[in-house]
């Protein structure tokens, strides 16, 4: 999706999505406490570092991520509300709304070359993994559906996969 397009969207969008984020941000302080953030770096265009904000949804420790995660994380995550930090990033040009989604820094060591291009384009919000089973799908299957976006993206390869992130649709 051009950049303009994606500012205008974003900037449109804007009066819905930004009281959400300080509604959210109040009521995750009040009910799970501080920080309200989750802070991490992630690999983004170029596998530049950058540091990805979302809304905290787990307890800090040791114990495994679904005893970690809260009664609210747990919604947030379920209706992707944790991500709407990310449309800052967007903004900030660091995101894109469509790409692949920023892994972890640690996995940049295992990609083999052909797999490094995942980072030719900027990281998104969701992507062509996302629309394909998200968190049911391996990391490798994730790295050939961005792999596959990186290379056939479009204008309306990016439009159909906010339709399909939007109304939680799957499949081509």
């Known amino acids: 999706m051009p950049r303009f397009l994606e500012l205008l969207l974003v ?10 984020l300080g509604v959210l ?12 953030f989750f802070r ?4 983004g265009w170029h596998a530049e570092p950058f540091t990805l904000v979302k809304f905290r949804t787990m307890r800090p420790g ?20 944790d991500e709407l930090p990310e449309l800052l990033h967007v903004l900030s040009g660091k995101m894109a709304l469509v790409g692949p989604r920023p892994l972890l820094m640690a996995y940049l060591d295992d990609y083999t070359e052909a797999e490094m291009h995942r980072h030719d ?14 968190n049911a799908i391996t ?9 596959e976006y990186v290379q056939k993206r479009s204008f309306l390869m990016d439009c159909r996969i906010l339709y399909r992130t939007l109304f939680h649709l799957k499949g081509n």
């Open 62 to 81: 040791t114990a495994s991520d679904d005893e970690r995660t809260t009664r609210l994380g747990a919604f947030l995550r379920k209706t992707s509300l």
């Open 25 to 36: 941000a109040g009521i995750i302080a009040c009910v799970d406490g501080r920080p309200v």
């Open 139 to 147: 990391r490798a299957e994730k790295v050939q559906y961005d792999l």
């Open 11 to 20: 900037l449109l969008t804007a009066p819905l999505w930004l009281p959400l």
């Open 121 to 134: 384009v900027r990281p998104g919000i969701t992507g062509w993994a996302q629309v394909h089973g998200r």
């Open 40 to 43: 991490q770096e992630r690999p």
